[in-house]
């Protein structure tokens, strides 16, 4: 079965530091992944994905993530944070036999001082 | 576009009671999912739907109904409330069934069960 792990329950960030949001995931095949943002009391927005090709892909907000095969990993990351990047961070995982089903991990909320 | 839309915002049952949250988008998507978030549990998949008249099982589907009679519209019914469904629900739909397509979240609908 598909997991994923967010390690980091709450972070906090100084603005204009960069950021990295942390996500592993158990998986046999090859995956699919995807980083989604929640704003307090908001629906979920889709911040990037990664199917194949390419390791390193761009997203929307400057956001970027990295996948690493050999870890499992799909780090999310933004070089310098902004206030309004404040919001709770969902990794997912989808399988190609799965169709569009989702697994979300627990979440990362984000917290950024001035 | 609307996107997709839910209703009621919140909503306060008393234990047994029964009701219908309602969701619908007009994107004309053929996949629809109902997801509930749980503080440290992430996103959990409850019922989904590849096109009308298509319904199946996610990850949580007990205690919980759905129907899908137009591509629009993609209800949740809780038969008899329990304490446990005490949650913030999420619609989703995406264009198609295939992996990786994105979906596209409603605002969510906050159940307090009494």
């Known amino acids: 079965a598909q997991s994923v792990t967010q390690p980091d329950i709450h972070i906090t960030v100084s603005e204009g530091a960069s950021l990295e949001l942390r996500c592993n995931y158990s998986y046999g095949a090859t995956p699919y992944l995807f980083w989604y943002v929640q704003s307090p009391g908001q629906g979920l927005q889709l911040l990037l994905k990664?199917?194949?090709?390419?390791?390193l892909v761009q997203g929307i907000k400057g956001f970027e993530a990295e996948f690493k095969r050999s870890q499992s990993s799909f780090n999310l990351r933004k070089p310098s944070v902004h206030w309004s990047d404040a919001a709770e961070y969902f990794c997912?995982?989808?399988?190609?036999?799965?169709?569009?089903?989702?697994?979300f991990g627990a979440g990362t909320i984000l917290r950024v001082k001035s | 576009n609307a996107g997709v839309t839910q209703t009621p915002k919140f909503q306060v049952l008393k234990t047994g009671q029964s009701m219908t949250l309602q969701c619908a988008q007009d994107?004309?998507?053929?996949?629809m999912s109902w997801y509930r978030q749980d503080p440290g549990m992430g996103l959990r998949l409850i019922h989904y739907?590849?096109?009308?008249?298509?319904?199946d099982q996610g990850e949580v589907p007990n205690g919980y109904n759905v129907s899908r009679s137009t591509t629009e519209d993609f209800p949740l019914r809780l038969l008899s409330a329990a304490p446990s469904q005490t949650s913030v629900y999420f619609c989703?739909?995406?264009?198609?069934?295939?992996?990786?397509?994105?979906?596209?979240f409603g605002p969510g609908t906050r159940l307090t069960v009494l």
């Open positions: 990664y199917f194949s090709g390419d390791t």
């Open positions: 739907s590849v096109g009308a008249g298509i319904t």
């Open positions: 994107m004309n998507h053929e996949y």
């Open positions: 989703a739909s995406s264009y198609s069934w295939d992996r990786g397509n994105e979906q596209f």
């Open positions: 997912a995982v989808g399988a190609m036999e799965y169709g569009n089903k989702l697994v």
